[in-house]
């Protein structure tokens, strides 16, 4: 397994990975200090996992992390950062990272994020997911055609078999064998399902391709 750590602060990416050989003691870990380091290490081979800082010294953050999501699609990105500014995690979702952890953030926490992530489930923080909680999406109605339409017609094809299969009880790689596919693009797909349908986990992307009708019956 190899993974990526960027963060211009010595002490943090020290910290992070002491965290990442707990979970993966023999996972080949690359240190980076800033944008180039990052982009490189990444264009080296395949990687497992990138936990990015947000802001680092001499790049904005935010065009960094869309750049290394475009040009990546099939790598998990977690971003790292003291920021508890709900628009800076809103616009990290918008580019398409995987995952958002505050640096005040315990191992614990840590390891449950980074676990979601390469399960192909996404991660936020807990005052995005209060704010969700207290200002709740409307329930889908399932029961209108229209909006089951609508919401199959918002998937590819190979998204729609992917759903199909995560809710049958299938794992990552029982899918990516069964569709002659990565892992890593079963991942890839996962995010933007879930992303998509408005899901935080694989059971509730389970459930709602139930609600629409998409399992054999």
Not at 140 to 155: F, K, N
Not at 188 to 205: F, G, I, Q, S, Y
């Amino acid at each position: 397994m190899k993974i990526i750590i960027a963060d211009d602060h010595a002490m943090t990416r020290s910290g992070v990975v002491a965290a990442l050989l707990e979970m993966f003691p023999v996972a080949n870990i690359v240190e980076c200090n800033d944008r180039n380091t990052l982009l490189a290490a990444a264009k080296q081979g395949k990687c497992d996992l990138a936990i990015v800082d947000l802001f680092m010294p001499g790049s904005d953050g935010f065009s960094l992390l869309k750049k290394l999501c475009k040009r990546y699609p099939e790598l998990p990105v977690i971003v790292l950062s003291a920021s508890d500014n709900p628009k800076h995690v809103h616009r990290t979702i918008d580019v398409g990272v995987s995952g958002f952890i505050h640096k005040s953030s315990g191992f614990e926490r840590m390891h449950e994020a980074i676990n979601t992530v390469l399960a192909g489930g996404v991660y936020w923080p807990c005052f995005l997911v209060a704010e969700s909680n207290q200002n709740p999406v409307p329930a889908m109605d399932t029961e209108s055609p229209q909006i089951r339409e609508a919401l199959i017609d918002s998937l590819t094809t190979r998204q729609l078999d992917i759903l199909v299969c995560l809710a049958q009880g299938m794992s990552n790689k029982s899918i990516a064998g069964a569709l002659f596919i990565s892992e890593n693009t079963v991942k890839t797909h996962l995010k933007a399902v879930m992303l998509e349908l408005d899901c935080t986990n694989r059971t509730e992307a389970g459930v709602l391709a139930e609600k629409l009708g998409l399992l054999p019956s």
